[in-house]
């Protein structure tokens, strides 16, 4: 019967199944459905009879049913079936059984090397209260599929039968192809036709293929299975690597073939990885921990050579106890005797045959010193070495912790350098650079090894001082620090004089947290530098209130410059020889609306710490300048130049605009500079000097005699005028020194052809010793104190040095 005609058969017997069915829906009886009724459809059936769901005997069954399991049915037990049949009755039947409708199942069964596939159906019946009946039907022949031929063809590899060739002598010369593969073929390049009945001598020419004859030759008769390698050489010019596996029964031998090539390519790639690679790597048996296998950079790195190398076990590295520190490094030591610092990656793989293991190494003695220098590099300030803010802070929490556990008091200095950004912005910035690192060696000698330095950033320093807050002792450190900071610095040929500010804040009186500590010590420090710097400064409640005070003048002074309450007035210079008005000299004034005249000496360096200074500067240029412009020539007008407006580097342009604006001829502008302007000698600052002396207008120098190298400033700038401070001036004819002071300068001015200028002269003695000395101009209360605009050219009209006499009108 056709596969159509069993499907068809099948499907009637389900048909007549369903046509047999109750009207209630429950299953049909056996007589229903068998008795009577079955006709053709009974031979391919067998009747199965269940207990308790499951399947127990077969009833009967027809004679193809029988036929086609080999044996009688009557009577049989469902558990004697062969096991693929058994299988799939046990499924139908209890699929239908517990179901009450029919069930299918396919069976396979191996005979002779052939694999049929047959379809199964069953429908239940009922028989009178009992357990169900299963009526199963055979299904004609699905597939019929040669065993070998399919199990041949599913593989990839490649399968060839062989059989001996024998001469005369029994002797074993060749073999050949009986049977092969599609796997064989295309692993040879060739169709299968083409190979079948081919001698293998013909096919593997030369002396591989005799080689693989002759181990072929001892298959026949030799138990067990034997393998061989093969390299073979494609007519398309592809070299292939086979292994092979051989068995024999008589003179027929089966050979399986694998392609391994990309294996050998994958060993060939470890040898080269292994062998050529960078890093120290080896192989060790798994057993005993000796060395197999060594790379050369194994060789070079440890300093044994290979033959060395391989006499020695793994252990025979270590330099320590063998066990990793608690960051996993080993500590191995090479045939010199030296100790490196290790990190092993291992893992295991075969060797020959054998367990092993694969380690590479990465010496981490340097990845580890750089680690430190790392820490170091966050941890410390680049240019001085010392602490940076990041570890300060840390010692500082350290300290405040101990606090808490123990109870324990410190201090906390809070430094910062006056006159350093003159240096840097004069001398240049590898100078300033230079200058503070020599100010942390200083303040490291000044310290002890468990206080702690550190650079905040800039020119500001900290210093953390574990120990209780003694006032003593306190005193005592920040004088010494004052002290260092205040002697001169030597640096790449230039001497630079700095000095230092202190705000102190003591632990735990002026805070118990890193930031209140460090905003108290801040206070204090911004205190000490309104006070006038190279001093310190213990915080006090009091400060944070002056602090609010000093911020609402700053803002004041800008309200009050951009508002226009800013004045300026003129205390006259007088020739020493005709007693007459021969220049005025430009002083800033602010009267508040509220607190009336403030003083000069509080709001200019305020001015200048907040950076008004230059705009309020280049205001002071422009009004002296249109004022002198209405007097007499040649009458002139000077006008004081502070550090930070001298150091910006369009003072010359804003001098010139002054004078054009004005229309002032420039050699009636005069321009005081302090010796701190010139505080160090350089380009920059002996260009600005130049190109407003280029400019037409005269430099005096103001407050001579009160700095540190003023005969030096002399050689290096002709100044048209020196001015003698007034802390000489106020004991001239009654202290020796002063007399001598004023004497030398009066006579270096002479010789050098320098005017000379005495301040603050108020007594009529004063000036009679001036005189004497050869004085060119004097100031001072005893000629006139500042005047209004007004009231200086009132002063100016009045003709003969009597007038300056007569006229005391303040400002």
Not at 140 to 153: C, D, I, N, P, S
Not at 282 to 290: N, P, T
């Amino acid at each position: 019967m056709s596969s159509h005609n069993a499907a068809r058969a099948s499907g009637s017997l389900v048909q007549h199944w369903q046509e047999s069915r109750r009207a209630d829906g429950t299953i049909p009886s056996y007589e229903s459905v068998v008795l009577g009724r079955l006709g053709r459809l009974a031979d391919r059936c067998a009747l199965v009879a269940t207990r308790d769901g499951q399947p127990d005997t077969i009833l009967w069954g027809g004679k193809g049913f029988a036929d086609w399991l080999g044996q009688d049915l009557r009577g049989l037990s469902l558990a004697a079936l062969p096991d693929e049949v058994h299988r799939s009755v046990a499924e139908i039947v209890v699929s239908a059984a517990r179901s009450a409708a029919p069930a299918e199942a396919r069976c396979d069964r191996l005979a002779e090397g052939i694999v049929t596939t047959h379809r199964l159906v069953g429908v239940p019946l009922s028989r009178g209260g009992a357990d169900p009946l299963v009526l199963i039907q055979l299904g004609e022949e699905m597939v019929r599929t040669e065993l070998a031929r399919a199990l041949f063809g599913a593989t990839e590899q490649g399968m060839l039968a062989l059989t001996a060739l024998r001469d005369a002598a029994g002797t074993i010369t060749d073999f050949k192809i009986v049977a092969l593969n599609q796997g064989a073929a295309r692993m040879f390049g060739r169709p299968d036709t083409e190979l079948q009945w081919k001698r293998l001598g013909e096919l593997l020419s030369g002396a591989p293929g005799r080689d693989v004859i002759a181990r072929l030759a001892g298959a026949p008769g030799r138990p067990g299975r034997g393998a061989f390698e093969l390299t073979y050489p494609r007519s398309d010019g592809r070299l292939l690597h086979l292994k092979g596996e051989v068995g024999a029964v008589g003179d027929l031998v089966a050979v399986t073939l694998t392609d391994v090539g990309d294996i050998k390519a994958r060993e060939e790639s470890f040898r080269l990885l292994f062998e050529d690679n960078p890093l120290p790597m080896w192989l060790v048996d798994a057993a005993d921990g000796r060395f197999v296998a060594v790379n050369a950079a194994a060789v070079t790195h440890y300093g044994h050579d290979r033959e060395t190398f391989l006499t020695l076990a793994l252990a025979d590295l270590s330099a320590g106890t063998g066990e990793t520190d608690s960051d996993g490094i080993l500590h191995h030591r090479r045939a010199d005797g030296s100790v490196i610092e290790v990190s092993l990656f291992e893992r295991a793989m075969p060797f020959e045959g054998r367990p092993a293991r694969l380690g590479a190494v990465v010496d981490v003695t340097e990845s580890r010193r750089n680690a430190a220098r790392i820490d170091h590099m966050a941890h410390h300030d680049a240019l001085t070495e010392l602490p940076n803010r990041v570890l300060f802070a840390k010692r500082l929490d350290e300290t405040l912790a101990r606090r808490k556990a123990k109870g324990s008091s410190a201090f906390l200095f809070c430094l910062d350098l006056d006159k350093f950004k003159i240096v840097n912005d004069t001398l240049g910035h590898p100078v300033g650079d230079a200058l503070l690192r020599e100010v942390g060696a200083r303040l490291l000698g000044c310290l002890r090894a468990e206080d702690c330095v550190a650079r905040l950033g800039g020119d500001e320093f900290a210093i953390l001082v574990p120990r209780p807050a003694e006032a003593e002792f306190i005193q005592a450190l920040a004088g010494r620090i004052i002290a260092e900071m205040s002697a001169p610095f030597h640096i790449a040929g230039q001497v630079c004089h700095i000095g230092t500010s202190i705000g102190v804040a003591c632990l735990p009186r002026d805070g118990e947290d890193a930031e209140t500590l460090l905003r108290n010590a801040d206070l204090a420090l911004y205190r000490a530098k309104a006070d006038g710097g190279s001093t310190f400064r213990c915080f006090k409640p009091e400060m944070d209130a002056w602090v609010q005070a000093r911020r609402r003048r700053e803002n004041n002074l800008r309200e009050a410059f951009a508002r226009g309450e800013l004045s300026l007035s003129y205390q006259p210079l007088i020739d020493a020889a005709t007693q007459r008005v021969c220049a005025f000299e430009a002083l800033l004034r602010w009267t508040d609306p509220v607190e009336g005249p403030i003083s000069p000496g509080e709001f200019i360096p305020l001015a200048e710490e907040t950076g008004l200074i230059g705009p309020i500067g280049a205001w002071v240029l422009r009004q002296a300048c249109r004022e002198a412009a209405a007097w007499p020539d040649p009458v002139r007008i000077a006008v004081n130049l502070s550090p930070v407006q001298f150091r910006n580097r369009e003072l010359v342009r804003t001098v010139a605009e002054a004078l054009e604006a004005a229309g002032l001829a420039p050699q009636r502008l005069e321009l005081e500079i302090t010796e701190s302007v010139l505080l160090a000698e350089n380009d920059a600052n002996v260009a600005t000097l130049h190109a407003l002396r280029a400019l037409g207008v005269r430099i005096a120098m103001d407050d001579f005699g009160t700095g540190y190298s003023s005969l030096g400033y002399l050689r290096s700038f002709p100044f048209d005028k020196i001015k003698i401070d007034r802390s000489f001036i106020s004991q001239v004819g009654e202290n020796p020194h002063c007399n001598a002071i004023v004497r030398a300068v009066t006579g270096l001015g002479a010789s050098l052809g320098i005017a000379t200028t005495a301040e603050g002269v108020e007594t009529a003695a004063q000036f009679a010793h001036l005189q004497a000395e050869g004085c060119s101009e004097v100031q001072g209360f005893l000629f006139s104190r500042p005047l209004t605009a007004e009231a200086a050219r009132a002063l100016l009209a009045q003709d003969g040095a009597e007038a300056a006499h007569r006229l005391g009108t303040a400002a």
